[in-house]
């Protein structure tokens, strides 16, 4: 046994007044950042946790956490003192603050007011909910930070000063609903009216006025009317507990603003709840209430028969007093009271049951609830064993281990993680990209391994290179980098959609040397791939590489498809050139042939050239003339074996001089990284200088898009001017003239 657990074993159980003294002692005259005397929240703290019955070790800890900075070493000196489990205590609590100094801020920041901003919001605030809840590890310090919450406010209500503007805000969303979830009615709703009474000190002050102008003559008209209705119990010999409703000013404010009703409207301002043995008293109880008050027929609601989707069951009625005014009552089981207060369809459920309710909250899952439902559960058992521990060892132990853990992001944001994720995990969850580019991690500001699992609460920042993929160990289960499945997922798709790639470049080469091999370097592409079954040659290029198609079937088609650039006919068919030269124009390109007299000319598509390309003719097969550009690679082996059937050519003067209207298909091929946005910006290009496209094809590898823009020009220059300016282009590493 260690000197610490020897030393546990003499102390004897802290008092609150042992706490308290203690903390007088040394906070001095010290204050909070509120303003509030240290001693005094210590107190004022401490005497909270007293009334809901906590052990002995929470009262002292909850006295004890805002002493601890002023400290000099505050872990040795309570433990020392109060012992290891208040000390523990009081560190949780301390690290429960931390984590709400940053988190609750960022989270209940100020949004868009658009529908899915909002949506976003309300689902960070229920995921802080659960991060609070799973990261107090020991239920007993939400108790404390609960208890320290309300004690705050109640200090700047005693004197009449405005906290914080954040601080009822979080209040209203973070720590009533937990309190609410917890079963601690006491809290939940003095931190609800505490909260509102800053929020909107005029409404908070306009049905406070409301309700104490008539507070006596309601209250009196209550007890008269629990009595009346007891009396006529005990004639029918039905045991039954009947208690009145207290009504808050922040609930009947939100039933006032979620059915849009006056303060006269509403019903259950006045209310009691009836709970008896069995179901037939419930219905014993209704028609004796009945017939004490007149019903209000639209106003019943049976949930025994018809249960709410979640299982609620209860006897809704609203009854006319004697004062002509209405209010409420409802009628229940003991069992049917136990499951609507700590089972799966708990208080908190339906009243912030999303669209269904009017408080506009998120529900949390299942599991969860019935974890909600196990504590609260605890809570309640505590109650009954006075005097004895077990109830609270078992709720010191109690954890909300519900397969998730909550971290947040550098700015605070809270991300939910299966239990076991990691660093890598955590990057994938944010952003695709930020995944495939991880390459490090910082928690809570220290460089950890990227397979380090992480735990409830930590912050956690990505380090990411600018360009890059995931690595394959990554999906290595033994080596523990990945832990959620859908992080899993993107780490598939993105090798997949790289090994596509890689096989499709592949595949291109492949079929592009059979062609070269072929002396077929001419033809369509897609024509070819058409002919041999394929909706695209990407789709022939990849069963190609996986040499799941053979090359004989290519070569078949080659010899089948006649050449787009037919080999010469015989010298003989033509005539000998003259000493003299005449001249004829092109029909429509612009183009003057000499030594032939009306030829009919096309430009070549395997070069595309325009003026001022250097060109030359080439005599097809039927087609008249090809003209190409002299450096065409097409046109070089053509003239090698066929030098007769070369003709010398040259633009005409009009069309060199810039009078001819004719327009040139070009091909301009450009290389960029890969962006949102990129194939508008290039768009924009073309459009201001007013160049035509007519043919587009992409493709992205790694991050870098490959593109062919086939657009109609005048001459050359325009060319220049075009590729110089797609240069510009954010992102774009060349753009040049297919050549």
């Given at each position: 046994?260690?000197?610490?657990?020897?030393?546990?074993?003499?102390?004897?159980?802290?008092?609150i007044?042992?706490?308290?003294?203690?903390?007088?002692?040394?906070?001095?005259?010290?204050?909070?950042?509120?303003?509030?005397?240290?001693?005094?929240h210590?107190?004022?703290?401490?005497?909270?946790?007293?009334?809901?019955n906590?052990?002995?070790?929470a009262?002292?800890?909850?006295?004890?956490?805002?002493?601890?900075?002023?400290?000099?070493?505050?872990e040795?000196v309570?433990?020392?003192?109060?012992?290891?489990?208040?000390q523990r205590?009081?560190?949780?609590?301390?690290?429960?603050l931390?984590?709400?100094?940053?988190?609750?801020?960022?989270?209940?920041?100020e949004?868009?007011?658009?529908?899915?901003?909002?949506?976003?919001?309300?689902?960070?605030?229920?995921?802080?909910?659960?991060?609070?809840?799973?990261?107090?590890?020991?239920?007993?310090?939400?108790?404390?930070?609960?208890?320290?919450?309300?004690?705050?406010?109640?200090?700047?209500?005693?004197?009449?000063?405005?906290?914080?503007?954040?601080?009822?805000?979080?209040?209203?969303?973070?720590?009533?609903?937990?309190?609410?979830?917890?079963?601690?009615?006491?809290?939940?709703?003095?931190?609800e009216?505490?909260?509102?009474?800053?929020?909107?000190?005029?409404?908070?002050?306009?049905?406070?006025?409301?309700?104490?102008?008539?507070?006596v003559?309601?209250?009196?008209?209550?007890?008269?009317?629990?009595?009346?209705?007891?009396?006529?119990?005990d004639?029918?010999?039905?045991?039954?507990?009947?208690?009145?409703?207290?009504?808050?000013?922040?609930?009947?404010?939100?039933?006032?603003?979620?059915?849009?009703?006056?303060?006269?409207?509403?019903?259950?301002?006045?209310?009691?709840?009836?709970?008896?043995?069995?179901?037939?008293?419930?219905?014993?109880?209704l028609?004796?209430?009945?017939?004490?008050?007149?019903?209000?027929?639209?106003?019943?609601?049976?949930?025994?028969?018809?249960?709410?989707?979640?299982?609620?069951?209860?006897?809704?009625?609203?009854?006319?007093?004697?004062?002509?005014?209405?209010?409420?009552?409802?009628?229940?089981?003991?069992?049917?009271?136990?499951?609507?207060?700590?089972?799966?369809?708990?208080?908190?459920?339906?009243?912030?049951?999303?669209?269904?309710?009017?408080?506009?909250?998120?529900?949390?899952?299942?599991?969860?609830?019935?974890?909600?439902?196990?504590?609260?559960?605890?809570?309640?058992?505590?109650d009954?064993?006075?005097?004895?521990?077990?109830?609270?060892?078992?709720l010191?132990?109690?954890?909300?281990?519900?397969?998730?853990?909550?971290?947040?992001?550098?700015?605070?944001?809270?991300?939910?993680?299966?239990?076991?994720?990691?660093?890598?995990?955590?990057?994938?969850?944010?952003?695709?990209?930020?995944?495939?580019?991880?390459?490090?991690?910082?928690?809570?500001?220290?460089?950890?391994?990227?397979?380090?699992?992480?735990?409830?609460?930590?912050?956690?920042?990505?380090?990411a290179?600018?360009?890059?993929?995931?690595?394959?160990?990554?999906?290595?289960?033994?080596?523990?980098?990945l832990?959620?499945?859908?992080?899993?997922?993107?780490?598939?798709?993105?090798?997949?959609?790289?090994?596509?790639?890689?096989?499709?470049?592949a595949?291109?080469?492949?079929?592009?040397?059979?062609?070269?091999?072929?002396?077929?370097?001419?033809v369509?592409?897609?024509?070819?791939?058409?002919k041999?079954?394929?909706?695209?040659?990407?789709?022939?290029?990849?069963?190609?590489?996986?040499?799941?198609?053979?090359?004989?079937?290519?070569?078949?088609?080659?010899?089948?498809?006649?050449?787009?650039?037919p080999?010469?006919?015989?010298?003989?068919?033509f005539?000998?050139?003259?000493?003299?030269?005449?001249?004829?124009?092109?029909?429509?390109?612009?183009?003057?042939?000499?030594?032939?007299?009306?030829?009919?000319?096309?430009?070549?598509?395997?070069?595309?050239?325009?003026?001022?390309?250097?060109?030359?003719?080439?005599?097809?097969?039927?087609?008249?003339?090809?003209?190409?550009?002299?450096?065409?690679?097409?046109?070089?082996?053509?003239?090698?074996?066929?030098?007769?059937r070369?003709?010398?050519?040259?633009?005409?003067?009009?069309?060199?001089?810039?009078?001819?209207?004719?327009?040139?298909?070009?091909?301009?091929?450009?290389?960029s990284?890969?962006?949102?946005?990129l194939?508008?910006?290039?768009?924009?290009?073309?459009?201001?200088?007013k160049?035509?496209?007519?043919?587009?094809?992409?493709?992205?590898?790694?991050?870098?898009?490959?593109?062919?823009?086939?657009?109609?020009?005048?001459?050359a220059?325009?060319?220049?001017?075009?590729?110089?300016?797609?240069?510009?282009?954010?992102?774009?590493?060349?753009?040049?003239?297919?050549?």
């Amino acid at each position: 046994m260690t000197e610490t657990a020897v030393h546990a074993e003499t102390l004897p159980e802290p008092s609150i007044d042992d706490a308290l003294a203690f903390v007088r002692e040394h906070a001095k005259d010290a204050r909070l950042s509120t303003g509030e005397l240290l001693a005094d929240h210590a107190a004022g703290t401490a005497r909270i946790m007293q009334t809901l019955n906590v052990d002995a070790h929470a009262i002292a800890a909850a006295a004890l956490f805002a002493l601890a900075p002023h400290l000099d070493d505050p872990e040795k000196v309570i433990a020392e003192r109060f012992g290891p489990e208040v000390q523990r205590l009081v560190g949780d609590v301390r690290k429960l603050l931390r984590l709400g100094s940053v988190s609750l801020r960022a989270t209940l920041a100020e949004l868009p007011d658009t529908r899915d901003a909002q949506a976003a919001r309300r689902a960070q605030v229920e995921a802080l909910r659960k991060m609070l809840l799973a990261f107090a590890q020991d239920i007993r310090v939400l108790l404390i930070r609960l208890a320290s919450r309300v004690q705050t406010l109640r200090y700047h209500a005693a004197h009449k000063l405005d906290p914080s503007p954040d601080v009822p805000r979080e209040t209203l969303e973070i720590y009533a609903p937990l309190a609410n979830r917890l079963g601690i009615w006491q809290l939940k709703w003095e931190l609800e009216d505490l909260s509102f009474r800053f929020e909107d000190p005029v409404t908070y002050k306009r049905i406070a006025k409301l309700l104490d102008e008539k507070r006596v003559e309601r209250e009196t008209y209550v007890t008269e009317a629990i009595a009346r209705l007891q009396k006529e119990l005990d004639t029918a010999h039905i045991k039954a507990e009947v208690s009145g409703r207290p009504k808050h000013i922040y609930s009947i404010w939100k039933k006032m603003r979620g059915k849009h009703l006056d303060f006269s409207e509403l019903n259950d301002v006045r209310a009691f709840r009836v709970i008896v043995g069995d179901i037939k008293d419930c219905y014993t109880v209704l028609g004796i209430v009945h017939n004490l008050w007149q019903p209000v027929p639209r106003e019943f609601d049976d949930y025994i028969s018809r249960p709410k989707p979640n299982g609620y069951k209860s006897l809704h009625t609203v009854v006319i007093g004697d004062d002509g005014r209405a209010f409420e009552v409802q009628i229940r089981t003991q069992e049917m009271h136990q499951f609507a207060e700590y089972g799966v369809a708990a208080h908190w459920r339906y009243k912030e049951a999303g669209t269904r309710g009017y408080a506009d909250q998120v529900t949390a899952s299942e599991k969860h609830d019935e974890k909600i439902a196990w504590l609260r559960q605890l809570l309640a058992w505590k109650d009954d064993v006075e005097g004895e521990r077990p109830g609270w060892q078992q709720l010191r132990d109690a954890t909300l281990d519900d397969d998730h853990i909550y971290v947040l992001t550098p700015q605070a944001r809270v991300i939910a993680l299966p239990q076991g994720a990691t660093a890598v995990d955590f990057a994938y969850h944010v952003h695709s990209e930020l995944g495939h580019r991880c390459r490090g991690a910082r928690v809570d500001g220290a460089m950890v391994p990227l397979n380090t699992p992480l735990q409830n609460g930590q912050t956690v920042e990505i380090v990411a290179v600018k360009e890059g993929g995931p690595s394959r160990d990554w999906l290595n289960p033994q080596l523990g980098y990945l832990h959620s499945a859908r992080a899993r997922q993107k780490v598939r798709a993105w090798f997949h959609a790289t090994d596509a790639a890689e096989n499709i470049a592949a595949g291109r080469a492949i079929v592009e040397k059979t062609l070269q091999r072929e002396g077929k370097t001419s033809v369509s592409l897609e024509q070819l791939a058409a002919k041999l079954g394929f909706k695209t040659p990407e789709d022939l290029y990849a069963l190609v590489a996986k040499e799941e198609f053979s090359l004989r079937n290519i070569e078949q088609a080659l010899s089948d498809t006649p050449p787009p650039e037919p080999e010469p006919e015989a010298p003989e068919q033509f005539e000998k050139r003259s000493s003299g030269q005449s001249v004829a124009h092109g029909a429509s390109t612009g183009v003057l042939v000499v030594g032939v007299d009306a030829l009919l000319t096309q430009l070549a598509r395997c070069c595309r050239p325009a003026p001022p390309d250097p060109i030359a003719g080439f005599v097809t097969r039927g087609k008249g003339m090809s003209v190409h550009r002299t450096d065409c690679a097409t046109f070089k082996r053509m003239a090698q074996r066929s030098p007769e059937r070369v003709l010398h050519t040259t633009w005409s003067a009009d069309v060199m001089s810039g009078r001819g209207s004719s327009v040139y298909p070009v091909d301009l091929s450009v290389e960029s990284a890969d962006r949102q946005g990129l194939l508008r910006d290039i768009s924009e290009v073309f459009a201001r200088e007013k160049i035509n496209v007519i043919g587009v094809k992409s493709q992205s590898r790694r991050n870098v898009a490959y593109m062919q823009f086939t657009v109609e020009v005048s001459n050359a220059a325009q060319i220049q001017r075009a590729c110089t300016l797609l240069g510009e282009v954010q992102g774009v590493i060349r753009a040049s003239r297919r050549v």
